[in-house]
């Protein structure tokens, strides 16, 4: 079965500081691997994905994953947080069979002046 | 393309109501997936389509919800007596399934409240 773990479910930065947050997954087979985020009340905005070839991705908004198999993490960052950026991001694993979506937990990100 | 929408946005309802929420997947895509979020948490996969067919129902489904997508085209998710247990946030998704891996589009949801 595949999963993803969040660490953190908080994570608070200055505006200007750099954005980390971590996603370790489980998965059987060679995952597919997400990057969602969430503002209040609204659905969810893929922010990049991470499939075969070049383990670095670069995503909207100036994000980033790396795939690390050895690590079995697939870590979202940023150099330099936004404002804009506070709100909720979801690290997600698709199912081979079906591409339903398995998430983590979610980790807040809160961003200060 | 105008996206996936949903409808209602919000729906506040009593306990022991039925309720039912509409979802119009972006035109071509062929599959359409409903997921569940209680507050705090990731959404969590509830039911799948492709075309018309129902392809897989998670257990969190429980025999008081079903759902339907007649000719393949928009989607009900309905919630017979209802509890307070089902307040969360219902998101739909759909993608064009043309091999495997295939990406999802939200919808921005409908959020149920049952008093």
């Known amino acids: 079965a595949q999963s993803v773990t969040q660490l953190g479910s908080h994570v608070s930065v200055s505006e200007g500081a750099l954005v980390l947050l971590r996603c370790n997954y489980s998965?059987?087979?060679?995952?597919?691997l997400f990057w969602y985020v969430q503002y209040p009340n609204q659905g969810l905005q893929l922010l990049l994905k991470?499939?075969?070839?070049?383990?670095l991705v670069k995503g909207i908004n100036g994000f980033e994953a790396e795939f690390k198999k050895s690590e079995t993490s697939f870590h979202l960052t940023k150099p330099s947080a936004h404002m804009s950026d506070a709100a909720e991001y979801f690290c997600?694993?698709?199912?081979?069979?079906?591409?339903?979506?398995?998430f983590g937990t979610g980790t807040r990100l809160q961003v200060f002046p | 393309d105008t996206g996936v929408s949903q409808d209602p946005r919000h729906k506040i309802t009593k306990r022991g109501q039925n309720v039912t929420f509409r979802c119009d997947p972006i035109?071509?895509?062929?599959?359409l997936y409903w997921y569940r979020q209680t507050l705090g948490q990731g959404p969590e996969f509830l039911t799948y389509?492709?075309?018309?067919?129902?392809?897989?129902k998670s257990r969190l489904l429980s025999d008081r919800f079903s759902a339907e997508r007649p000719k393949g085209s928009f989607s009900t998710l309905e919630i017979q007596r209802t509890e307070q247990g089902d307040s969360a946030m219902y998101l739909c998704?759909?993608?064009?399934?043309?091999?495997?891996?295939?990406?999802?589009?939200f919808g921005p949801g409908t959020r149920l409240t049952v008093l």
């Open positions: 998704a759909s993608s064009l399934a043309l091999s495997s891996r295939n990406e999802q589009f």
């Open positions: 998965s059987s087979v060679p995952p597919y």
């Open positions: 991470y499939t075969t070839g070049a383990t």
């Open positions: 997600a694993v698709s199912d081979a069979d079906t591409d339903k979506l398995i």
């Open positions: 035109s071509e895509h062929n599959r």
């Open positions: 389509f492709q075309n018309e067919a129902q392809l897989e």
